[in-house]
Each structure stands twice: as C-alpha cells, then as structure tokens.
C-alpha cells in the first residue's frame, strides 16, 4: 500500500530554535499535502493543505509566517516551526494525497515536537 | 456541536466481543474515513467509504448515507486492536478531512 515517511519521528529542542519537518511519500506522487497538529487527549486540527509548486492554504489561526511550509516536489513537503517556543510542543503529522479528490489520504507516523 | 460525533468514547472489553464504534455526522460529505491510531502517534486508514459495507479481516465498515451514520465494527477482538478509532469526513466540495474526537478502544487478554 502507499507509504507516507515522516522525518524526524521526535524532536527535542531549546526555545527559539527552528525545526524542520519533512512528509515523503514513497511510492506515489502526492499533489496534495496535509499538515495536522494533535494536542493530548484531543483530535487532529488541520493546519494547512499544500499542493505542488503552490503556496500553501492555511487554516483561521495558523501563522503562515512561524509555520513555513514548503511543497517543491511531488513526494517532498516540509513544515518549518520558526523561533519555536513551548506552547508549539505537539504532535505533527502530515499526510498526502495523490490525484483528484476520491483519493484516500495516506499518513505519516508523526513527529513529537518537544520545546524546552 | 460538532460535525462529527463519535460514541462510546472509551470503549474496553475481553479478548474475543465484538465491537462496535460509532459514528454520526451532520454534513453533506463525498467520503467517510476510519483511521487507527496507535500509542505512538502513528495514523493508518483503514476504510474509505461512500456508501454499503466494506470488510477487511476482522474489519466492518458501514455506512447509511440518509441517516448520516457509519459504524467499525470488530469480530474476535484482540489486544492487539487496541489503539483510537478515528471518524473523519471529507465534506461535499471540499478536499478537506473533518474529524471525530476518537474512540480509545482497550481490548484486556
């Protein structure tokens, strides 16, 4: 089945640091992308849908400017928390989406963002 | 209200019931997802449906469109099943996923 890599799994970083997420899909060309956050307890909260070599569409709340998120390629697309403080410490996951809407959306395994 | 309303919340039984999570959504929606989330954080879909039943090993997945209601059930469970069940739908004309808040299944040997 199609497979989403998510890179690092987990992070652990000083405030004020940027960390860079990358979302690979292995065996398929992913026009879509998506990027979630999940808080403990609570369900996935999209964050913004990136489609190839198009500026990302973020959702009412997300700051486009702290969370940079990059779609150069057809199996790349990489989130950037910039200046990354404690209240960022969260899961992060993305998932992708190849060709037109009745596609299912394939998930990464996540990355546990830990800010000191 | 949410869009997407799961139900039990929490969910534990014996090796071997049969169990049954539900799912109830008050959108016009293109698709419907079940998706299992382990301890770790790690997210696989398990169906993606539109309309009727699909089944995968020990997986049920239905659908009733008109009540606006889907259903996962499981036979044989196992401790292994173990994990959140997640209802998501993708809303008419729209690309987007909107969530149910979970069921954490615990399935005791």
């Known amino acids: 089945g199609a497979v989403v890599s998510q890179h690092p799994s987990w992070v652990i970083c000083k405030s004020g640091t940027s960390v860079k997420i990358e979302c690979r899909s292995l065996?398929?060309?992913?026009?879509?992308m998506f990027w979630y956050r999940q808080f403990p307890k609570q369900s996935l909260m999209l964050m913004a849908t990136?489609?190839?070599?198009?500026?990302?569409?973020?959702e009412q709340g997300v700051e486009k400017d702290k969370f940079l998120i990059n779609h150069a390629s057809l199996t790349l697309s990489t989130l950037t928390v910039t200046s990354a403080h404690p209240e960022d410490s969260s899961f992060y996951i993305c998932s992708a989406k190849q060709g037109h809407s009745n596609q299912p959306q394939h998930f990464g395994d996540g990355t546990r963002l830990s800010i000191l | 209200k949410n869009e997407v309303e799961q139900s039990p919340q929490n969910l534990t039984a014996q090796e071997g019931e049969f169990i049954t999570i539900n799912c109830s959504y008050s959108v016009g929606i293109s698709a419907l997802h079940w998706l299992q989330q382990h301890p770790g954080g790690g997210i696989v879909s398990l169906f993606m449906l539109s309309s009727g039943k699909k089944k995968h090993g020990r997986l049920i997945a239905t659908i009733n469109i008109q009540e606006k209601h889907s259903s996962l059930h499981i036979t044989a469970s196992h401790p292994r099943d173990s994990a959140v069940y997640i209802c998501?739908?993708?809303?008419?004309?729209?690309?987007?996923?909107?969530f149910g808040t979970g069921t954490r299944l615990t399935i005791i040997p």
């Open positions: 065996d398929f060309q992913a026009t879509t």
């Open positions: 990136s489609n190839e070599g198009s500026k990302a569409t973020y």
């Open positions: 998501a739908v993708r809303v008419d004309g729209n690309e987007k996923l909107t």
